[in-house]
């Protein structure tokens, strides 16, 4: 078994890598709205918090009634208690990345979870 898996990403609507990778700590998807499109419905989550990162395009979050703009290049997180739904702008689609890891659950990283070999 390899201690690696690697994935090259499409341009589809919506790819969620858990499968396609094996993620067991996170889900990670990879996400494309057309101009005026929006995520098709409000939610929330359980555990999971969502960080979102912006890879190209503009559009704006709403999150518990805030109306939150976003552009390229932006980080959002939304802790999972957050009610949100995504619009891409009406000019301009919206690619964005999303990944969901479980709320407080990071004990260690970078030089603190290295190893040196």
């Given at each position: 078994?390899?201690?690696?898996s ?18 067991t700590?996170?889900?990670i998807s990879i996400n494309?709205l057309p101009a005026?499109?929006s995520?098709?419905?409000?939610h ?20 518990d009634?805030?109306?939150v703009?976003l552009?390229?290049?932006d ?7 957050g009610?949100?739904q995504?619009f ?8 964005y990345i999303?990944?969901q ?5 990071l ?6 979870d290295?190893?040196m070999?």
């Amino acid at each position: 078994m390899s201690n690696y898996s690697k994935f090259s990403s499409s341009s589809d609507a919506r790819t969620e890598l858990h499968d396609k990778m094996g993620l067991t700590g996170a889900e990670i998807s990879i996400n494309n709205l057309p101009a005026g499109a929006s995520v098709p419905f409000v939610h929330a989550h359980k555990k999971n918090e969502e960080i979102y990162y912006i890879i190209s395009g503009k559009g704006r979050f709403e999150i518990d009634g805030d109306k939150v703009e976003l552009n390229t290049g932006d980080f959002i997180r939304i802790s999972p208690a957050g009610k949100r739904q995504l619009f891409a702008d009406a000019n301009s689609p919206i690619s964005y990345i999303c990944i969901q890891t479980k709320e407080n659950s990071l004990e260690e990283f970078t030089g603190n979870d290295a190893i040196m070999c």
